[in-house]
């Protein structure tokens, strides 16, 4: 089965930290996604991934960047996080064209 | 912008019942999915339909596709008080290189009444 694994389930950070979401998968997918779900608005995606150092910005990349070393491993980076990312954050990794989530990351910025 | 656009925004129905659930989108598309998400966890893949099919099946599960009207819809049949989930549609657009990027829709909240 694939395992897809997030840092952490809930997170609380203060306007202005820097804020790490990381996201790890096992089955050696070459695509990593990450999105944000609020409601209403339902999945946006901010970054994706399809490559080890390769990234492309998704709908709404703004106030985030991403870091991909290792193939496994997918992190999201809010460098000063505002109250306007608070969110559930969703990551994703893909072999022929399925998508496969990790748990998510509720995170409350006050 | 979200492409797949979903109908209804909730659905409340009595165990034993069908639910069908339908999804609308707007430039054409290589396949279109169907993923569900318990409340605050992760989206799980259902099921997928290419383009060329009209009709598939899985389990409980039945997916169409038109493609003249650019629309889908998923039936669940004798849904039972575990079907209680958001359901969401996701295309892959035909053409170019898209690294298996999905387009989702904003979902179908669907409770099943024991």
């Known amino acids: 089965d694939v395992k897809v694994t997030q840092s952490s389930r809930y997170l609380v950070k203060r306007t202005g930290e820097k804020v790490f979401l990381e996201c790890v998968q096992d089955?050696?997918?070459?695509?990593m996604f990450w999105y944000r779900q609020d409601p209403g608005l339902g999945l946006r995606l901010i970054y994706f991934?399809?490559?080890?150092?390769?990234?492309e910005k998704g709908d709404i990349p703004e106030g985030y960047s991403v870091s991909r070393e290792k193939k496994e491993r997918f992190s999201l980076i809010l460098e000063s996080a505002s109250t306007n990312q608070t969110s559930m954050y969703l990551c994703?990794?893909?072999?022929?064209?399925?998508?496969?989530f990790g748990p998510g990351t509720r995170l409350l910025v006050l | 912008s979200q492409q797949g656009e979903e109908d209804p925004q909730a659905l409340s129905i009595q165990e034993g019942e069908n639910a069908t659930m339908n999804c609308s989108y707007k430039?054409?598309?290589?396949?279109l999915q169907w993923y569900r998400q318990n409340s605050g966890r992760g989206l799980v893949h259902l099921i997928l339909?290419?383009?060329?099919?009209r009709e598939k099946h899985s389990g409980r599960l039945r997916v169409t596709l038109d493609t003249s009207k650019k629309s889908s819809s998923l039936l669940i049949t004798a849904s039972r008080a575990a079907d209680t989930a958001s359901y969401f549609c996701?295309?892959?657009?035909?053409?170019?290189?898209?690294?298996?990027?999905?387009?989702f829709g904003q979902g179908t909240i669907l409770t099943v009444h024991p």
């Open positions: 994703a990794s893909t072999e022929r064209q399925t998508q496969y």
């Open positions: 089955m050696d997918h070459e695509n």
């Open positions: 991934s399809y490559d080890v150092k390769m990234k």
């Open positions: 430039t054409s598309i290589n396949n």
């Open positions: 339909i290419r383009s060329n099919e």
């Open positions: 996701a295309t892959l657009n035909a053409g170019g290189t898209s690294y298996g990027k999905l387009t």
